[in-house]
């Protein structure tokens, strides 16, 4: 008979779970990134528009290519708030995500630290029987000397 952690099974789903999370965190920071790249090309294109318009002052637009720029630089700006929008919604997810982790993470050091306690408090019952069987052993050895 040896020792055996009664909650091993809910400490082994718990690292399951932490993995999982784990995974799930990387794969949102990579669509994070990804996010946050597809964001800098519009503020490059927003810029690049802005540009384009102020430059009018050394060479004159016409007014089709004013409503053009105008109409584009709108557009972007909608592409900016929309992908911002996606960007915090990201972000939340991953704040959820962190929260799961940090959790899961306290229960896998809180079910450590209950084994480990767990595991001492085996050996000493396994100190104390082995103590009481050296007595045992010992008082025997001593009553048939003096039988």
């Not at 790249?37 to 927003?46: A, N, T, W």
């Not at 102020?54 to 584009?72: F, W």
Request: proline content about 1%; glycine content about 2%.
């Amino acid at each position: 008979m040896g020792y055996v952690f009664r909650l091993k099974r809910i400490a082994d789903l718990s690292l399951q779970r932490q993995k999982k999370l784990k995974s799930e965190f990387s794969l949102k920071m990579s669509h994070l990134r990804s996010a946050k790249k597809v964001l800098d090309r519009f503020i490059d294109k927003e810029k690049e528009i802005l540009n384009h318009l102020e430059s009018a002052s050394t060479k004159p637009l016409s007014a089709l290519e004013y409503q053009y720029s105008y109409r584009s630089l709108w557009g972007v700006r909608q592409d900016l708030s929309n992908q911002l929008e996606v960007i915090e919604k990201i972000q939340k997810e991953l704040d959820s995500i962190r929260q799961e982790l940090v959790k899961t993470s306290q229960d896998i050091k809180m079910l450590d630290k209950l084994d480990e306690k767990c595991y001492k408090e085996y050996i000493k019952k396994l100190d104390k029987l082995e103590q009481n069987n050296i007595d045992q052993f010992v008082s025997n050895r001593y009553i048939t000397k003096v039988i």
